[in-house]
């Protein structure tokens, strides 16, 4: 795909405070990329920057080839839809979508066939008339999304825009703009820091903490291959634990030696290991697998969230088959369930292990 913006060596500061670290991006076009991360990480700042809304204290953004740092952002071939609408209340639906049309002096005609197009397009045929402040929180979202396109921009940015709506009205929308995008053809550029808004959508993603960006790929090799462990604990639950790699294919942790997949770390370099829950099988403890008590058991729904305290470490499984708290079980697991990093800056503890370190201490 073509590159059609770049981010080189791109750093920003706000009250002495480094938000962006020469972070280094290419965005192709007709891509939906997701810049995803906790707060303060620095993705919506980089997307102001793209925008235009920010200027960058080091570094360079280029669309197509060409420098836009000193382009304001109304000649930037961009448009964003914020997490806040910011509709015009004394104007109808109507006139909300056509106002740019209208700035930019574009003869009636074919506002009228623009903003038709794009009504159809978020599904609200017949909502010209309405006043803006009758819709729901959806319909608005839309009505949103709808001015930003009707300009036929290159690239969308939209910062949280599904911040506000409730989690069903979330999932319906997320699978909206995916369709959306995938009918225009056009860059999406979306900022969230919910991790199945990015698996959902996207075809990039990239995840970013303090200021760097930890790793960028498709949703499954973020998933599946995380780069380290804030990565592996950011992207859904992880079981990380402290290894020892003797050799390719072969690693050390929770006192036992275990066949692995990966390859490439030096003899006996300590390692990080990612086991994801979904991927430990529960069964009768024995020599041949990894033995511990059942500490909690929670019925999700779907499947029970088990947490083992097995070899000293917290273990967190998601089994359709369900154990009693003060069982023995057995963990196993494959090669291929097993993923090996390099050593990183302590990532943040998963909640099920604080929860279960905190009730034991309490209980002290």
Not at 78 to 90: D, E, G, M, R
Not at 174 to 193: G, N
Not at 237 to 257: C, K, Q, T
């Amino acid at each position: 795909m073509e590159t059609i913006i770049e981010i080189k060596n791109v750093s920003k500061e706000f009250n002495g405070e480094k938000v962006l670290k020469g972070i280094n991006l290419s965005i192709h076009d007709n891509e939906f990329m997701t810049l995803l991360g906790p707060s303060g990480c620095g993705k919506t700042t980089t997307l102001r920057i793209i925008g235009g809304f920010v200027t960058p204290d080091d570094g360079d953004v280029f669309f197509y080839g060409k420098k836009i740092n000193d382009v304001p952002p109304y000649k930037r071939p961009v448009n964003t839809v914020f997490q806040k609408y910011a509709l015009f209340p004394h104007l109808n639906v109507y006139d909300n979508i056509a106002f740019g049309l209208r700035i930019s002096k574009v003869p009636e005609n074919e506002i009228r066939q623009r903003v038709a197009e794009m009504l159809e397009l978020v599904n609200l045929m017949g909502y010209e008339k309405r006043s803006v402040d009758n819709l729901s929180g959806g319909q608005q979202q839309r009505i949103a999304i709808a001015r930003a396109l009707v300009n036929s921009p290159k690239v969308l940015l939209l910062d949280e825009p599904l911040g506000a709506l409730d989690l069903q009205l979330r999932k319906e929308m997320q699978i909206e703009l995916k369709k959306i995008q995938q009918r225009l053809k056009i860059t999406f550029i979306y900022v969230t820091h919910d991790q199945e808004e990015a698996l959902t959508m996207s075809d990039t993603v990239v995840v970013m903490n303090e200021g760097i960006i930890q790793q960028i790929g498709t949703p499954q090799d973020i998933y599946n291959e995380p780069t380290n462990a804030f990565v592996a604990n950011f992207i859904g639950e992880s079981n990380i634990l402290p290894g020892i790699m003797h050799r390719d294919y072969l690693v050390e942790f929770a006192g036992n030696n275990f066949d692995c997949v990966d390859a490439g770390f030096a003899p006996m370099e300590p390692v990080d290991v990612v086991i994801r829950p979904e991927d430990i099988k529960l069964v009768e403890a024995s020599d041949e697998v990894l033995n511990g008590v059942v500490e909690t058991v929670t019925f999700k729904g779907v499947h029970y969230e088990i947490v083992v305290n097995a070899y000293s470490d917290y273990w967190v499984i998601q089994s359709t088959k369900s154990a009693n708290v003060g069982d023995i079980v057995g963990l196993s697991f494959t090669p291929e369930d097993i993923h090996i990093m390099h050593k990183s800056k302590p990532a943040r503890q998963s909640r099920y292990s604080r929860t279960v370190s905190e009730d034991m201490a309490d209980d002290k």
